[in-house]
């Protein structure tokens, strides 16, 4: 009897062991396949949206025509043309994430001068979804005009302080394409416009690229002709053939001795012409003919490109520009 109620208690033991590693296995699964879900209800929660962000540049090109022409347009904030005028101070754009909902907002603002120690907030925009634009610092809350005695902080959180009249907060809305008025700001700790990176909306002029002159007039001077070599013609069709010497290779006995530099640039010397000769002057680009009878003539030749003149007298403007030689 003992050993038949010995073996009953065992069997028991081991049913109830077994039963209870069947209900863990149940159990663990049931746990990865809720962190499974969870997981990917996440990812498709915090895709980022895809916006047309190129809709910024209407703003930023808006800003730049009205501070160009310095002309007030009434969509923008009237300050950036006022102080671009009044006080040189330069308007600027940037992109930061301020709610981070993965759609970047366009901050227009002064940047640093002599009146304006720091990077300060005249305009927020942001997209939405649906890729409308849209005017964060609207004038629906007395945004309109911030820059001034009345200026918006960004938070280190993302929202924002209103310094002015008042020091109330304004912090994002749920759907993150506006800004809600709160009596206390979110945050103390502001965050570093200087962070961001800007650019000016008005683009710096290219410099213009200046075709320079390859006629070296210090080298000629010094008897080095080098730049002055090769073929030259004029509209009357005379040619001069000269080498690196001076020589005029296509007329026997010819050459040319440069002697002198004017303030102008002007290169200045002789043309040798067997025994006789007569003036040469040599033209580097953008240097024109000033030595005319009448001084109220001026030089109607193409002075964007090197010339060579070569004169016993004086020459009309029409004459002189017939006569110039020029390299081919």
Not at 4 to 25: H, W
Not at 199 to 215: H, L, M, R, W
Request: net charge negative; glycine share 6%.
């Amino acid at each position: 009897m003992k050993k038949f109620l010995l073996g009953l208690i065992l069997i028991s033991s081991i049913t109830l062991t077994a039963c209870q590693n069947k209900t863990n296995e149940k159990t663990s699964v049931s746990k990865e396949s809720k962190v499974t879900t969870t997981t990917e209800t996440t990812a498709s929660t915090t895709a980022t949206p895809k916006v047309d962000e190129s809709l910024y540049q209407t703003i930023i090109d808006q800003y730049a025509t009205a501070i160009g022409s310095n002309t007030a347009n009434q969509e923008l904030n009237p300050l950036a043309v006022t102080y671009a005028s009044v006080y040189d101070t330069a308007t600027g754009y940037a992109y930061h994430d301020f709610d981070k909902n993965g759609i970047w907002e366009l901050v227009i603002g002064f940047l640093p001068s002599k009146i304006i120690p720091a990077h300060t907030v005249t305009d927020i925009y942001t997209i939405t979804k649906d890729n409308q634009l849209v005017r964060v610092t609207s004038k629906e809350l007395n945004l309109d005009m911030i820059g001034e005695r009345m200026t918006l902080w960004p938070l280190a959180d993302g929202n924002f302080i209103y310094a002015g009249s008042s020091g109330d907060g304004y912090r994002w809305s749920a759907t993150g394409d506006k800004l809600e008025k709160i009596d206390t700001p979110t945050s103390t700790e502001r965050f570093d416009l200087s962070s961001l990176e800007w650019t000016s909306v008005i683009k710096e002029a290219e410099p213009q690229v200046e075709v320079g002159s390859s006629v070296d007039v210090n080298a000629l001077v010094a008897g080095d002709y080098a730049s002055l070599a090769g073929t030259w013609t004029n509209a009357k069709g005379d040619v001069l053939v000269i080498d690196t010497r001076g020589n005029v290779t296509n007329k026997e006995s010819n050459r040319i001795e440069v002697r002198t530099i004017s303030e102008n640039g002007q290169a200045s010397g002789s043309y040798i012409a067997g025994m006789t000769g007569a003036n040469i002057s040599i033209f580097p680009v953008g240097v024109s003919l000033t030595n005319f009878a009448n001084p109220e003539e001026v030089d109607i030749s193409d002075t964007s490109k090197e010339r060579i003149f070569i004169t016993q007298s004086f020459r009309t403007p029409k004459e002189a520009a017939n006569e110039m030689y020029y390299r081919q």
